[in-house]
Structures are given as C-alpha cells and as structure tokens.
C-alpha cells in the first residue's frame, strides 16, 4: 500500500519526510507541488532530485475520491457525487459567484444526528471521511475547473455545508482545515473558510483553540421545545449552552459574529413570533442570520415557507438590527441542498443499510 500524501498536513508530511530520511524543506517543496499546483505525479515534480522522485513513485500517491456522477445546473452551480468505496457516495458543490468562487465540502458518509428535514441524516451514519477525502474534494475540483486566466485557483472560499457533521469528524476536518489555511497548500484566509455545525458544544470550544476559522450554526428554531424536534442533539446541547459557546467562540474568531443558519419550515418556524422570540434568544451573541428556503425531500413532512412569511421573518430580524440574509437557491435543478443528490441515489440501493446506521 502507498502512502496518500493529501492526508497529510504540512507538519505530518515533514515527519513522514523525517522518517525516511528526507530533509523538512522537501516535504514543503512536494506539498507546494501536490497542493499549489494541484500536480499529483511525483515524475513532473522537476525541482526534486530523480532519486527521491521515484523514491516517493514506490511509496506514495496522491489519490482524490473517484467521481461517480456530475450535474451541471443551468446557473453554473456543479455537483460532483464522489465514490468513498463500499457504496457511499458523498456531494462537492462548487457555486460560482461575482469575484469568487464557494466550493461545499462534506465530512462524513451520512450523518448520525438526523435532523428532522435534511437529507443526509435520513441516510443515517456510515463512516467519518478522511483527511484526503475532505481535502481532495478542494483538490480536486480546483484542477477540474481549472485556473482562470491570471492564474488564480477558481476557489476563493470553502464551506463545511456538505454531508455530515464536521466537529464529528474533528481531527480529519481539523487537518484538512489546517491545509486550506496553508500558504504552501490552498492560502485560503480564515475568514473565507466556513465551517458549519449543530452545534457540538465542546468540539467549538476545540475548534477555537486548534483553527479558529469562520463559523456557522444551524439553529433552525427559537426555542428547546421546537430544537429538540429539528435538531435532536439540541437534547444534548441546549439552546443555552450552544449559545454561551457562540459567545466563547467569537473571542478568538477571525470575524466578529457568528453566521445562524434558519431553515424556513413553513407552518414551523417561520411566524413572527418565532422571530420575536430569535431576537431575544440571541441578544447577546453578535451574529448575522442566513435564512435558508427548504429544499422538500421524500422521507419529510415539511414544505417550504412561502416567500412573503420569509421576507416578513426578515424584516422582523432587521427591525432589531440583526443583519438578514435571505439564501439564494442556487442549483434548484440539480438537487441543490447538500445530501440531496447522494439521497437520490443511495436510497434507491442502500436503504436498509441507512436505517441501521442511524442508530449509530
Ligand atoms: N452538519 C452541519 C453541516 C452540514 S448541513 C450542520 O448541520 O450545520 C449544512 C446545512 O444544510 C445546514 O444548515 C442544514 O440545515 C442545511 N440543510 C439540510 N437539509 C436541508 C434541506 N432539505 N433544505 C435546505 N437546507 C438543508
Ligand atoms: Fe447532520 Fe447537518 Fe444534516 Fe443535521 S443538518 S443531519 S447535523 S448533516
């Protein structure tokens, strides 16, 4: 077996160097090359010595998940299904903007904190992604897009909005995190990589100690009663100390706030009481709030709130001073919300095994 060296993060790939022999400022000179350039053939790396060149031929690669199926949406968006082996397949999705380009990553094959309306918790959980799995997603797509014209990497900005939760997975995302912010590896700026959570109480209180980065928390109700149906982890960790964490969070946070996520359930969460009752939830947390429109999967009851009661929630939010955006739909005709497309296609061939998994 050789060595997938996109699991390694610049301090892990200088000790396997150190183990064989190999000076640190190789190990920087192969991450630059395998990362920086996004070239995973040791034999291009020309500046590295031939002797060590087919030295890391025998005892290494560079290997992304294999790409099962692509779909192209008619706004730009792209989503790629990726094959992690024993019939799981997680999303990428790559989300064009004005002056900047998002890739969503995942962390995990399914989820085990099966939220009420999301798609990847009704999989149930199969496995943690590694390392070269979450970074290869960034790895990948950037060679596939391809560099634009000045010779920048189409993606500027990352999100952990994909399939599973990334503070369950958190040494791999950790790692991963670690070599996007690498000037060696991606050079992303800690404020342009996002990563999404809900809410794992004390893997924030890690995350801000290890690779403080911009985060967002998918809170989704107004109070314990309702969380705890949506977002059954809520029993865990309660709207009071997730929101003392946000707090604790922003001490060492490269932004200022904290970015809640609110998916818009119609006849749920979406009346202006529950908004009344946000603005007092959060008074003392500086924080901007993402309105989500509910994408309707089959395994749900829920519909999408109508767009006037989105707009009047907003207004609400706004009224008090809490800047409100509403999220844009993008790539609606290619099963645009995380988790969906994978949805698709597992349920069709594993449904047995996801119902297991959800006991996890
Ligand atoms: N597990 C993490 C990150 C992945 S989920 C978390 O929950 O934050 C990323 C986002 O996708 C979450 O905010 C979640 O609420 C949203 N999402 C899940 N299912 C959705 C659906 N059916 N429609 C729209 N957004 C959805
Ligand atoms: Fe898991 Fe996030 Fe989906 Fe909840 S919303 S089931 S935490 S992926």
Redesign the pocket.
């Known amino acids: 077996m050789t060595e997938n060296l996109l699991n390694f993060d610049a301090q892990q790939l200088a000790e396997w160097f150190a183990e064989r022999g190999e000076k640190p400022f190789r190990a920087k000179q192969v991450l630059r090359w395998i990362h920086k350039m996004g070239e995973p053939d040791f034999a291009a790396m020309t500046d590295i010595a031939a002797s060590l060149r087919s030295k890391l031929q025998q005892a290494a690669s560079v290997v992304s998940p294999e790409v099962q199926r692509e779909e192209l949406s008619s706004d730009g968006t792209r989503k790629w299904l990726l094959n992690v082996g024993t019939g799981n397949a997680v999303e990428t999705v790559y989300i064009p903007e004005d002056g900047r380009g998002t890739l969503c990553v995942s962390t995990q094959a399914g989820?085990a904190?099966d939220?009420a309306?999301?798609?990847?918790g009704k999989q149930g959980f199969n496995r943690n992604l590694s390392v070269a799995e979450i970074v290869g997603q960034l790895w990948w797509a950037n060679r596939e897009i391809g560099k634009d014209i000045n010779g920048n990497w189409p993606i500027t900005n990352v999100v952990?909005?994909?399939?599973?939760?990334?503070l369950l997975n958190y040494a791999n995302t950790v790692t991963a995190l670690r070599l996007m912010l690498d000037d060696n590896a991606y050079g992303l700026s800690r404020r342009k990589v996002t990563v999404?959570?809900?809410g794992i109480v004390p893997a924030m209180d890690r995350l801000r100690e290890d690779c403080p980065v911009a985060l967002?928390?998918?809170l989704?109700a107004s109070n314990d009663a309702l969380r705890d149906k949506l977002v059954p982890v809520n029993q865990k960790y309660p709207l009071r100390d997730l929101l003392a964490a946000c707090q604790r969070y922003l001490d060492k946070a490269p932004r200022d706030f904290i970015t809640f996520?609110y998916?818009m359930l119609e006849g749920v969460n979406d009346s202006e009481k529950h908004a009344r009752e946000l603005i007092s939830l959060v008074r003392d947390v500086p924080c901007k709030f993402n309105l989500?429109?509910?994408?309707?999967?089959p395994q749900a009851p829920f519909k999408r709130s109508r767009h006037d009661a989105v707009r009047r929630f907003q207004d609400v939010l706004m009224q008090a001073g809490i800047v409100t955006t509403i999220r844009k739909t993008r790539g609606d005709d290619i099963a645009g919300?995380?988790?969906?497309l994978a949805g698709q296609v597992l349920d069709k061939t594993k449904r047995t095994k996801s119902q297991a998994g959800a006991d996890l």
């Open positions: 989820c904190l939220c309306f999301c798609s990847t952990f909005m994909g399939m599973g939760e990334p999404s959570t809900s967002a928390v998918s989704h996520e998916i989500i429109p509910f994408n309707p999967i919300a995380c988790g969906q």
